[in-house]
Nanobody, 126 residues
Framework: QVQLVESGGGLVQAGGSLRLSCATSGVIFSRYAMGWLRQAPGKERELVAAISSSGGITYYVDSVKGRFTISRDNAKNTVYLQMDSLKPEDTAVYYC???????????????????WGQGTQVTVSS
């Protein structure tokens, strides 16, 4: 059974930082690209960042470039999202997810992810 469990969300003031973690089990973690996605109230779910299976290639949506950093530790089966210079518009539920295909191309669409965590709330106050 595949499980993805996010942690690290919370309430922070604008300009602050948070680090999200996603621990996985039930899948050979090192074979799959991973992503962080978010959904704000009334908005569609969007891909925030993705990282290749080896960690060597990353993708960021334009709105977070230079502020967020995705990383992974394949020995710990964990993916991270370091979020700095947070803005109120970053407020959302953040999900981690795994790619559909082992050793696939870096996913850049929501539909390319198969397994999802339960989400963690990030709230940025102004």
């Amino acid at each position: 059974q595949v499980q993805l469990v996010e942690s690290g969300g919370g309430l922070v003031q604008a300009g602050g930082s948070l680090r999200l973690s996603c621990a996985t089990s039930g899948v050979i973690f090192s074979r799959y690209a991973m992503g962080w996605l978010r959904q704000a109230p009334g908005k569609e779910r969007e891909l925030v960042a993705a990282i290749s299976s080896s960690g060597g290639i990353t993708y960021y949506v334009d709105s977070v470039k230079g502020r967020f950093t995705i990383s992974r530790d394949n020995a710990k089966n964990t993916v991270y999202l370091q979020m700095d210079s947070l803005k109120p518009e970053d407020t959302a539920v953040y999900y981690c997810a795994s790619d559909r295909n082992a050793y696939g191309l870096l996913p850049q669409r929501v539909s390319q992810f198969l397994y999802w965590g339960q989400g963690t709330q990030v709230t940025v106050s102004s």
